[in-house]
């Protein structure tokens, strides 16, 4: 933690600018390599739901697998076989690559934009490197790889038209689209509409029942957050998602609980103010919000006809806060 804030010397790493081009030759085969290894392991992670673009990252896998035995070819040429043992991580100022292990939380498009962001940053090692590189024929390989590597997002192109032309692409952008809603939206919704709705009673009828915002509030506190752990812990538990499809069992009962609680909040939080009917009618605009951003979601998420989403969830809400009201009132 200490070394970000020491000097590149201090720290132990080096600067670009401070390496021999016997270092930058061999930086360049560690970091073609470690990309290689990367491309491949998002191919194995698509392979199953989305073979085709696992076909992709497999074709750039090769790709770099050639950069790297040029290169390789290249350094022997000048340096003989032994290959200084340095990567990207021993330079200061060099760039660094997100840790492979969370790719697992990556989606389909988050994948593809992480594999573009490699390219950029690639292009432009090759174009510096190039700039140091006294040898002729090693700054022309350097030049050729920088073109390539600009040329990486056409080649990704050209692969893509090969194996996500057509059906293929569509089924594939279908199934993204399918996975996001099953593992995010629907759990979140569920924990919005729960949070939303289910808190109105409790809250509306403490804040009738004592006019006092400060007991309402905490009343409002510890049902939302209560609710949100008790969805969470539901929304995770009841269904690992193996079997039905609907994604990671934590990133499901932590949209499901996130948004629980937020449900309950929104229409809580304004009870911190002194003035109860000040805080009332606040919190009485904010649950009109919520219960027509449920609406809208439904609609646009879940293709739910828009009236039967108003006539399920306003209609739902209002009667739930009447008998708060009512029950507060008596």
């Not at 739901?49 to 990252?57: H, I, K, L, Q, R």
């Amino acid at each position: 933690m200490l070394s970000r804030f020491l000097p590149a010397g201090l720290s132990g790493r080096r600067r670009f600018d401070s390496l021999s081009e016997r270092e930058i030759l061999a930086l360049a085969i560690a970091s073609e390599e470690e990309d290689g290894r990367i491309y491949a392991v998002y191919a194995e992670k698509l392979r199953k739901d989305y073979p085709a673009s696992a076909a992709v990252f497999d074709g750039m896998a090769a790709e770099e697998d050639e950069h790297r035995r040029r290169l390789l070819d290249d350094y022997r040429r000048r340096f003989g076989e032994v290959v200084v043992p340095i990567r990207r991580e021993h330079v200061a100022d060099f760039y660094q690559r997100r840790p492979v292990w969370l790719v697992e939380t990556l989606g389909l498009e988050r994948i593809r934009e992480e594999a573009a962001a490699m390219e950029r940053q690639a292009r432009d090692f090759y174009v510096a490197a190039a700039g140091r590189s006294t040898d002729a024929q090693t700054r022309s390989l350097l030049g050729d790889l920088a073109r390539a590597e600009a040329g990486h997002e056409s080649k990704a192109e050209e692969l893509a038209e090969d194996h996500l032309k057509g059906e293929a692409g569509s089924t594939e952008d279908a199934a993204a689209h399918r996975q996001f809603l099953l593992t995010w939206v629907q759990p979140g919704l569920a924990g919005l509409m729960d949070g939303s709705v289910s808190t109105l009673a409790p809250i509306f009828a403490t804040a009738f029942a004592t006019q006092n915002p400060w007991t309402t509030f905490l009343v409002g506190l510890s049902a939302s957050i209560g609710a949100g752990i008790s969805m969470g812990f539901t929304e995770a538990a009841h269904d690992d998602g193996k079997l039905s499809g609907r994604g990671s069992p934590w990133k499901r009962g932590l949209a499901s609980g996130v948004m629980t609680a937020l449900g309950g909040l929104g229409h809580a939080l304004p009870y911190l103010i002194p003035s109860f009917w000040t805080a009332t009618a606040i919190a009485l605009v904010v649950v009109f919000i919520e219960l027509w951003a449920i609406v809208w979601i439904q609609n646009r998420y879940m293709e739910t006809p828009f009236a039967r989403a108003t006539f399920q969830v306003v209609l739902g809400g209002a009667l739930v806060l009447a008998a708060g009201i009512l029950i507060g009132g008596a």
